[in-house]
């Protein structure tokens, strides 16, 4: 049971034990105001709900000492250690400690209340979904093990997340390996359901039978129901099985949206353009979808494009990669200097987060955040939407040139090529080490990545390159890392 919930019960138990027939209106006043407050958490100031959680607040424990005084007092009175009750002084003393809360309570709720000042919430279909979500494809997982998530960190990222006034959680059948969803389930099962939005996908280079998925990511992620199910990493290879007659996944899906399993249908694309519109112009009927968007992909990408076309059809843009896997965060001196010359105070993520916030039709952003610390960070940058001046969107394009030249690999970090390679190589880390090589000259990295296969086992088979989003031809980069001394 939830905590808020427990004192007024434990209360009611000891009254009505008692026969007190007087707490009976309190007692149920104490229930409401208190089932508003359990369920007011990342509100938005200055909304009707936040008007019932402040209010529930200081309702419920008003009427919480109430029912405790008039129990008390039923109790002496009944059990006799006082003959002569006086109601006058108990009526005084009890409006007194009600004063007293309603002083203490605004104390008591600071702490929600700063909570919930800082999510931006945006409407989606009659419901308030918070502009930033939290990707779970990051999680942190256990040492050398990284289809294992460590349940402790993982658990105070999602805590942190849900005090922060994130409500949008995006997990996918492949993530970790399938321990993404099932870590999710777990670490959402101790919040109401009707608390948080659940995303999660099926991915036809995972698994064919979408029947059996279904089910078993219900299982995993402890729900009946998906408020939204997207077709994942739709592209050249994706494309013509999500779009097959007979194996009709969207009929499927379709079905399951009337029977309330799943609440909104969507899908992801790391598809070229022509890909795009050729499934748009198949089916448009799409609540949503998922892209890769940011101010490197506007034109490496060609995101610019594809928002548009899904802006033109009338879908509302979910953003995966703002950060392009981090690598916006911190970009490189020069770059970073060029920013940091326009706003000193304002972190590199900032520009980013801005950038999108300037898209009319970006919904919501998902960040993969792997600490609680970063999702304190990037929640305070969703507290209010200050979209780029022009002046400043100038200076990003100055820094977006310069970075650009010297970003190496354009890896994410997204991990899907892994599970393709025979040879168990670890692309991404590989890649990474080469990258810090390029980038900062320094050579510790690759000559230590103990913890993978050297790029010189690459079977130069091309398995990998049908799963990379990013295009990067892996094949060729290996025998430029084995080759790399
Ligand atoms: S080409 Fe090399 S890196 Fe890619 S899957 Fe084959 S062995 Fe692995
Ligand atoms: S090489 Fe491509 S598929 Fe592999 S982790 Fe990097 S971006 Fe993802």
Same mark, same amino acid.
């Given at each position: 049971?939830?905590?808020?919930?427990?004192?007024?019960?434990?209360?009611?138990?000891?009254?009505?034990?008692?026969?007190?027939?007087?707490?009976?209106?309190?007692?149920?006043?104490?229930?409401?105001?208190?089932?508003?407050?359990?369920?007011?958490?990342?509100?938005? *100031?200055?909304?009707?709900?936040?008007?019932?959680?402040?209010?529930? *607040?200081?309702?419920?424990?008003?009427?919480?000492?109430?029912?405790?005084?008039?129990?008390?007092?039923?109790?002496?009175?009944?059990?006799?250690?006082?003959?002569?009750?006086?109601?006058?002084?108990?009526?005084?003393?009890?409006?007194?400690?009600?004063?007293?809360?309603?002083?203490?309570? %605004?104390?008591?709720?600071?702490?929600?209340?700063?909570?919930?000042?800082?999510?931006? /919430?945006?409407?989606?279909?009659?419901?308030?979904?918070?502009?930033?979500?939290?990707?779970?494809?990051?999680?942190?997982?256990?040492?050398?093990?990284?289809?294992?998530?460590?349940?402790?960190?993982?658990?105070?990222?999602?805590?942190?997340?849900?005090?922060?006034?994130?409500?949008?959680?995006?997990?996918?059948?492949? /993530?970790?390996?399938?321990?993404?969803?099932?870590?999710?389930?777990?670490?959402?099962?101790?919040?109401?359901?009707?608390?948080?939005?659940?995303?999660?996908?099926?991915?036809?280079?995972?698994?064919?039978?979408?029947?059996?998925?279904?089910?078993?990511?219900?299982?995993?992620?402890?729900?009946?129901?998906?408020?939204?199910?997207?077709?994942?990493?739709?592209?050249?290879?994706?494309?013509?099985?999500?779009?097959?007659?007979?194996?009709?996944?969207?009929?499927?899906?379709?079905?399951?949206?009337?029977?309330?399993?799943?609440?909104?249908?969507?899908?992801?694309?790391?598809?070229?353009?022509?890909?795009?519109?050729?499934?748009?112009?198949?089916?448009?009927?799409?609540?949503?979808?998922?892209?890769?968007?940011?101010?490197?992909?506007?034109?490496?990408?060609?995101?610019?494009?594809?928002?548009?076309?899904?802006?033109?059809?009338?879908?509302?843009?979910?953003?995966?990669?703002?950060?392009?896997?981090?690598?916006?965060?911190?970009?490189?001196?020069?770059?970073?200097?060029?920013?940091?010359?326009?706003? %000193?105070?304002?972190?590199?993520?900032?520009?980013?987060?801005?950038?999108?916030?300037?898209?009319?039709?970006?919904?919501?952003?998902?960040?993969?955040?792997?600490?609680?610390?970063?999702?304190?960070?990037?929640?305070?940058?969703?507290?209010?939407?200050?979209?780029?001046?022009?002046?400043?969107?100038?200076?990003?394009?100055?820094?977006?040139?310069?970075?650009?030249?010297?970003?190496?690999?354009?890896?994410?970090?997204?991990?899907?090529?892994?599970?393709?390679?025979?040879?168990?190589?670890?692309? %991404?880390?590989?890649?990474?080490?080469?990258?810090?090589?390029?980038?900062?000259?320094?050579?510790?990295?690759?000559?230590?990545?103990?913890?993978?296969?050297?790029?010189?086992?690459?079977?130069?088979?091309?398995?990998?390159? *049908?799963?990379? %989003?990013?295009?990067?031809?892996?094949?060729?980069?290996?025998?430029?890392?084995?080759?790399?001394?």
């Amino acid at each position: 049971m939830n905590t808020s919930l427990m004192i007024p019960a434990i209360t009611t138990a000891i009254s009505i034990g008692l026969g007190c027939r007087t707490c009976c209106s309190p007692i149920i006043s104490t229930f409401l105001s208190t089932y508003v407050v359990s369920h007011s958490n990342g509100v938005k *100031k200055g909304s009707l709900s936040f008007a019932s959680f402040f209010f529930g *607040k200081m309702v419920s424990v008003s009427l919480l000492c109430m029912v405790s005084a008039l129990t008390a007092r039923q109790f002496i009175s009944e059990s006799g250690y006082i003959g002569s009750f006086n109601l006058r002084f108990f009526s005084q003393a009890a409006m007194s400690a009600i004063g007293a809360v309603m002083v203490i309570c %605004p104390l008591y709720s600071r702490d929600r209340i700063k909570e919930a000042e800082i999510m931006q /919430y945006k409407m989606f279909k009659g419901q308030s979904i918070s502009t930033l979500g939290l990707g779970g494809l990051r999680f942190p997982s256990k040492k050398n093990n990284t289809d294992s998530i460590d349940r402790e960190k993982g658990q105070k990222i999602v805590d942190e997340a849900i005090s922060c006034g994130i409500n949008y959680f995006d997990t996918a059948h492949s /993530y970790q390996n399938g321990d993404s969803e099932r870590f999710l389930g777990e670490a959402l099962s101790k919040y109401p359901r009707d608390r948080y939005y659940l995303a999660t996908k099926f991915y036809v280079a995972y698994s064919r039978n979408i029947e059996k998925t279904f089910e078993e990511q219900l299982k995993r992620c402890r729900t009946d129901y998906f408020d939204f199910y997207l077709f994942h990493c739709l592209d050249e290879g994706t494309i013509d099985a999500y779009t097959d007659k007979e194996l009709d996944y969207l009929g499927f899906l379709l079905k399951q949206k009337k029977a309330g399993r799943i609440r909104n249908i969507g899908f992801s694309s790391h598809a070229s353009l022509e890909t795009l519109e050729r499934f748009l112009d198949w089916y448009d009927g799409f609540d949503m979808a998922l892209i890769q968007l940011n101010y490197l992909d506007w034109t490496l990408l060609e995101a610019k494009r594809q928002y548009e076309i899904l802006t033109e059809h009338g879908i509302p843009v979910w953003v995966m990669e703002p950060m392009k896997g981090g690598r916006l965060s911190t970009l490189n001196e020069k770059a970073a200097a060029i920013l940091k010359a326009e706003k %000193p105070e304002d972190s590199l993520s900032s520009w980013g987060f801005r950038f999108l916030q300037g898209l009319l039709n970006v919904h919501t952003v998902l960040s993969g955040m792997s600490e609680p610390r970063q999702v304190i960070e990037n929640a305070a940058l969703f507290d209010k939407q200050i979209p780029l001046t022009e002046r400043e969107m100038k200076a990003l394009q100055r820094a977006a040139v310069v970075f650009m030249g010297t970003m190496g690999v354009p890896c994410s970090g997204c991990r899907y090529c892994c599970s393709t390679c025979p040879s168990g190589l670890d692309i %991404p880390l590989l890649i990474k080490g080469y990258n810090e090589r390029n980038i900062s000259g320094s050579t510790w990295k690759i000559g230590n990545l103990s913890e993978t296969k050297s790029a010189s086992e690459c079977l130069a088979c091309g398995a990998c390159l *049908k799963r990379c %989003p990013q295009k990067i031809n892996i094949l060729e980069v290996m025998k430029k890392i084995s080759h790399t001394k």
